[in-house]
């Protein structure tokens, strides 16, 4: 478009009738394949993709095998559905589980917690040290201390520990929907995935947000070279994507819901581009 612009051939086909928006639709009909497409492919290859590469990594570039990588930090997961359990640090070279925190639920309230400094795999079961037991089944907090703890039953063995937990960018929307119900029931703030699960809708459709705003630009700078035209366009990606990072940031911190957190850069920059195409000489 910056190229018909600037040969006059933009003002030829609007002289012969034929309107901006005309040109436009096309260009707005590819974006929007090419969103969809990106949506898609998100869902179905990165996921697989990016597994794949940290497989690559992990194994050839830091030369760890497979076997060998034991441990794991911020280790969250569900026993069942009224327990959740928290690991700090997990050395599975020596099967000892750093700072524990082990919450039971009742209909969403939980009646028991346990804190422990290390938890130890002793063959047959697992056993805490030093730690706490809160219980909040009475009207007032029992608390007992304790140094060791045993006899808990765990369906979880140190095997199960050291399997690698997905980041969101490895999960798929299912995937990620299904994690956040999870940890939703048992208490747990989802306000994290919850933006992510947002954006992993919301920046497919940042192609089609770049067409619709750079499109009236391109139109109406018929003066302007190729290094101006690209360089403005670098500085609008700049600011698009940096907002969108920005506010990702902010709804992961609970500033900003998660809705709002994904889509606002997508709202503010589609507002943008239609008022500028309303303005444009059609």
Known sequence: VGN???????TAMKASGISLYRIAIPLWGLGLIISLFALVFGEFVVPVASQKKFDIKRLYVDRIPRRAYTRRTNI?????????????YFDGSRNIAHKVSIQNFTNGRMIKRIDAKTMIWGGNGWTLQNG????????????????????????????????????????????????IDKISKVGADPQKWLVDLQLKIAFPFTNLIIILFGLPL????????PALGFVISLIICFLFFGLIRTLQAMGHNGVLPPFWA??????????????LMIKAKK
Not at 218 to 225: E, L, Q
């Open 218 to 225: 391109a139109a109406s700078h018929r003066h302007s070279g």
């Open 76 to 88: 969250i997961f569900l026993e069942g559905e009224n327990r959740r359990i928290s690991i700090s």
């Open 4 to 10: 018909l612009s600037r040969f006059n051939e933009l």
């Open 262 to 275: 994904a889509w606002s850069s997508n709202l503010l920059f589609a507002t943008l581009g239609t008022i």
């Open 132 to 179: 706490v037991v809160r219980r909040f089944t009475s009207p007032e907090e029992m608390v007992e201390p304790f140094t060791r703890l045993s006899g808990l039953k765990f369906s979880f063995r140190p095997l199960d520990l050291q399997k690698l937990q997905k980041k969101p960018d490895e999960m798929d929307y299912f995937e990620l929907r299904n994690f």
